[in-house]
């Protein structure tokens, strides 16, 4: 061994920054090990929504809300394939995570709100953009607490003692040079090396059809600790369910426009809405998919444009350049630079109108979600196309984070958080929960990795 620690972290994404802080506030000597030459991963550049149940930001609002509200949301929403006891803890430690970072130094802006695919009013947004708000505050914390994040160094497998029967000592590293190290884990490894969206191979191994689509996610999104994990007999599960999200067309990156849900409406290239946008994101993305050409417009006038967060309207200004933003003084112009039938379009804004006004959509939107209209120009679009966003399957894990072996017992010493893991989000993640998951799972994989 070159090194020892009480406990391992394999990934600095938001599982990773949290299990280490976690870990080492919890008296264990921690390391967090990161291939890439760069701390966050896929938190790094998430849109930064954090489902939680708020009951002090919610009753200003009138919004009623629950953890077990959370909970039946989640397994529905995910076709009741998640594990219910792990969705449980999940909800039940989500407020309680919440707290926490704001302990870290993770600074949240006012209220709540219902995130893209959210399907309740329980996000909460840091500050600053994307994910940086949380992996700034957790890195300054991991300095405080000596926990070192070790960058070029890539995990490739775990070293289990015993014939599969004992504990996980530790992990084998690859350096950038090309050197093998091995660390030992005195207490526990977290794997939270993040998920395979990044990976057309792992991908289509998985569901063919994902093979040829553009991406939101960082390139180090590999999957790579799930072969590791089975070879030391981890079970895996949901492989298969795969998250598609709109981004924009050219690059399949995020480019705002989703959210807030109330104030967007989506048309495809003949101009016409064809899906309730506060769907579930499944059923937006098979819809997207099904229409003409693939690539849709999100369309939002002057008020809407000004309700996307921070880091959206960041995301949306910078896509004017590669041709996936657009802004027009009227819908004529709009349709115009879209390329779409502007009498459709106007039609299209027209009934959805129609529908703000009635509180009845004709495509399904829920009457709460009917709020906005329409009218106020500039007008703005955004291009957008499906790209893979999250794998929610991987290694199972139970409700205390422990990696489960393929005869359904914890693998002593692993633990797994965050999008590595699956069995929380079923078939179908909703939107403000994975950031939710990595922080509240991720926190309890270093708690309970130093106390074991
Ligand atoms: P999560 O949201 O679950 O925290 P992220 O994608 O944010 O996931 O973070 C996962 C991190 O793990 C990324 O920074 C990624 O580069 C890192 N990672 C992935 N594979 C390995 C590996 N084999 N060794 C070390 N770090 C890894």
Not at 188 to 204: D, E, K
Not at 419 to 435: F, I, L, M, Q, Y
Request: overall charge positive; glycine content about 12%.
């Amino acid at each position: 061994w070159s090194k020892t620690y009480d406990v391992v972290v394999v990934g600095s994404g938001g599982a990773g920054l949290s299990a280490g802080v976690a870990a080492a506030q919890n008296g264990a000597s921690t390391v967090i090990l990161e291939k890439m030459d760069i701390v966050g991963g896929n938190t790094r550049i998430t849109g930064g929504a954090f489902n939680a149940v708020d009951p002090v930001e919610q009753e200003k609002k009138g919004i009623k809300d629950s953890v077990e509200l959370h909970a039946e949301q989640t397994l529905k929403a995910g076709d009741y394939r998640g594990n219910p006891e792990l969705v449980r803890e999940f909800t039940k430690r989500a407020p309680e995570a919440l707290q926490w970072l704001k302990d870290c130094g993770v600074v949240f802006l006012p209220g709540v709100y219902q995130v893209y695919g959210g399907l309740h009013p329980r996000a909460h947004s840091s500050t600053k953009p994307f994910g940086l708000g949380y992996i700034e505050a957790l890195e300054n914390k991991c300095k405080e607490l000596n926990v070192p994040i070790l960058l070029n160094m890539k995990v490739v497998r775990l070293v289990r003692e015993g014939n599969l029967s004992g504990r996980v000592i530790g992990v084998e590293v690859q350096t950038k040079r090309g050197r093998t190290q091995y660390i030992r884990a005195l207490k526990g490894v977290v794997l939270a090396s993040g998920g395979f969206s990044a990976n057309p191979q792992a991908r289509a191994l998985h569901d063919p059809r994902l093979f040829d689509l553009p991406t939101t996610n960082h390139k180090g999104a590999t999957g790579d600790l799930i072969a590791p994990a089975q070879d030391i007999s981890a079970e895996v599960v949901g492989m298969d369910y795969i998250q598609l999200l709109p981004g924009g067309a050219t690059t399949g990156r995020f480019i705002g426009m989703v959210s807030p849900v109330e104030s967007v409406i989506f048309v495809n290239k003949n101009g016409d809405r064809f899906v309730a946008e506060d769907k579930r994101r499944d059923v937006i993305a098979d819809a997207i998919l099904g229409s003409p050409t693939k690539v849709v417009f999100g369309i939002r006038d002057a008020d809407g444009y000004t309700a996307m967060n921070k880091g959206a309207t960041k995301a949306f200004n910078g896509a004017f350049e590669i041709g996936d933003a657009f802004k027009a003084d009227t819908l004529d112009e709009l349709a115009a630079k879209l390329q779409i039938p502007a009498e459709n379009l106007k039609k299209a804004v027209e009934t959805y109108n129609k529908a703000v006004d009635e509180k009845k959509d004709p495509l399904g939107r829920d009457p709460k979600m009917l709020i906005h209209k329409i009218e106020k120009g500039p007008f703005y679009a955004g291009r957008l196309t499906m790209a893979v966003h999250h794998t929610m399957g991987g290694v199972a894990i139970n409700s205390h984070a422990q990696v489960m072996d393929r005869r359904g017992q914890p693998i002593p010493g692993l633990y797994a958080a965050g999008e590595v893991s699956g069995g929380v989000h079923g078939t179908n993640r909703v939107g403000g929960n994975a950031v939710a998951e990595i922080f509240t799972i991720g926190k309890m994989a270093g708690e309970n990795a130093a106390k074991n």
